[in-house]
C-alpha cells in the first residue's frame, strides 16, 4: 500500500502514474473535456483502490486505458447519458462525473439500472471530491 499524496492518513494502493500517451487515448475515448484535476490524479497513480473519507468510503479508480472500456460495457454512454464513470466502490455503485452540471459533479450512480434519477451527488467537483475523499483525521 502506498500513501496517497494528498494524506498520510489513509493509505492508498496506487499503480504507475499515466503517460502522456495514456492521458491521450483517454481524451480521445470520452465524450467530454475532461477535468483537469482528474488527469493530474492520474499523472500521480494510472488508478488505485482503497480506503476514502467520504461516502461511499471505498475507491476504486480504474486505469485511464480501462475507463473508456468500463463505461461501453456497463453502458454509462446509453443508459445515462451525461455520465462518466471513473471508477466505483468496489460494490453496487459506479463513481462518476456528472457533466450536466459545470463544473462536472461527482455523483454515485447504482449499477442496477444506472438510472440517473437514483444519482446521488458527492461533490460539485473532482477538486472537491479530492480534497474530501483524502482529507486527514482529526
Not at 480506503?51 to 486505458?65: F, K, M, Q, R, Y
Not at 444506472?114 to 467537483?125: F, V
Request: glycine share 8%; proline share 9%; with cysteine.
Amino acid at each position: 500500500m502506498k500513501v496517497h499524496p494528498l494524506t498520510t492518513d489513509l493509505q492508498w494502493d496506487a499503480e504507475a502514474p499515466a503517460t502522456a500517451a495514456d492521458l491521450r487515448a483517454l481524451a480521445a475515448a470520452t465524450p467530454y473535456a475532461l477535468p483537469e484535476a482528474y488527469l493530474d490524479w492520474l499523472r500521480r497513480g494510472n488508478g488505485g483502490d482503497g480506503p476514502i473519507s467520504l461516502d461511499p468510503g471505498w475507491l476504486v479508480c480504474w486505469c485511464a486505458e480501462d475507463v473508456p472500456v468500463a463505461n461501453a460495457e456497463y453502458g454509462v454512454p446509453f443508459l445515462a447519458p451525461g455520465f462518466w464513470a471513473f471508477g466505483s466502490n468496489g460494490r453496487e455503485e459506479l463513481l462518476a462525473f456528472d457533466f450536466r452540471s459545470s463544473p462536472a459533479a461527482i455523483v454515485m450512480l447504482p449499477l442496477e439500472g444506472l438510472a440517473p434519477e437514483e444519482a446521488i451527488r458527492l461533490t460539485p467537483s473532482f477538486e472537491e471530491f479530492l480534497e474530501l475523499a483524502f482529507q486527514r483525521e482529526g
